[in-house]
């Protein structure tokens, strides 16, 4: 049972628009949310966090907004370059259960940005 | 800035071997995590540790064992290897639990 669903396994973007990734999770009690980039043979990085006491968390081009109603949030890069090419993870956790908890990721998204 | 160390990067065992792979965090986080990623699969948690304790259990076999030392470094300890244990591991530090997760480059091992 995936509890944190990316749908798009992957996503064609111009260089110069706007990337949305999109992430669903089913597990409410998860309240802590994450994106994390991996390029091929290296570790997941981490990118942008959001708390579910906010909607929206914005640093530099990357802004996450979360739906805690609809169970969803999203990443926008604007605008996108070439080096944002890369799979892109969403990932939860129950943070205010305690505990080192180990993160939920989603299956991935293929970022492409094309020139 | 210091980043998570793996070792080794690469490993490769065969059938009911064992393996220990070993995991270095971040300076001042005393949070680790250890993570199991099989091919075009997402990471799956497998176990982490706060202060040298064992915090929280996710879907680790029983054949494998993990600590965390008196520096912070930790230790996955794999036995009776299987041809399904081959897969990508990464370890991840945080400075506080709950805070974001920060992961080292992965050792791949490769069970034959």
Redesign the interface.
């Known amino acids: 049972d995936q509890q944190v669903k990316q749908n798009s396994p992957s996503l064609s973007v111009q260089e110069g628009r706007i990337s949305i990734l999109n992430c669903d999770y089913t597990n409410s009690m998860f309240d802590?949310f994450?994106w994390?980039k991996k390029y091929p043979?290296?570790?997941?990085?981490?990118l942008i966090?959001i708390s579910s006491i906010k909607d929206k968390n914005e640093d530099g081009r990357f802004t996450v907004f979360l739906n805690k109603s609809a169970k969803h949030l999203s990443l926008h890069i604007v605008p996108s370059q070439p080096g944002d090419s890369a799979v892109y993870?969403c990932a939860a956790?129950w943070?205010?259960g305690?505990?080192?908890?180990?993160?939920?990721?989603?299956?991935?998204t293929h970022l492409i940005i094309q020139p | 800035a210091a980043g998570?160390i793996q070792s080794p990067r690469h490993l490769i065992k065969e059938k009911r071997e064992t393996a220990t792979l070993k995991c270095y965090p971040i300076p001042r986080h005393d949070?680790v995590?250890w993570?199991q990623q099989g091919p075009g699969?997402?990471?799956?948690?497998?176990?982490?540790?706060?202060e040298k304790m064992q915090?929280?259990k996710?879907s680790i076999p029983d054949r494998f064992s993990a600590q965390q030392f008196s520096d912070y470094h930790s230790e996955l300890n794999m036995s009776s290897l299987e041809l399904g244990d081959s897969a990508l591991y990464?370890c991840?530090s945080?400075p506080v639990?709950?805070a974001?997760?920060?992961?080292?480059?992965?050792t791949r091992l490769t069970v034959t």
């Open positions: 802590y994450l994390y043979a290296e570790g997941p990085t981490f966090s993870f956790e943070e205010s305690g505990g080192a908890d180990g993160l939920t990721f989603g299956k991935g | 998570v949070t995590y993570y699969q997402d990471p799956q948690f497998l176990i982490s540790f706060y915090s929280d996710g990464f991840a945080s639990t709950g974001e997760q920060y992961f080292g480059p992965g």
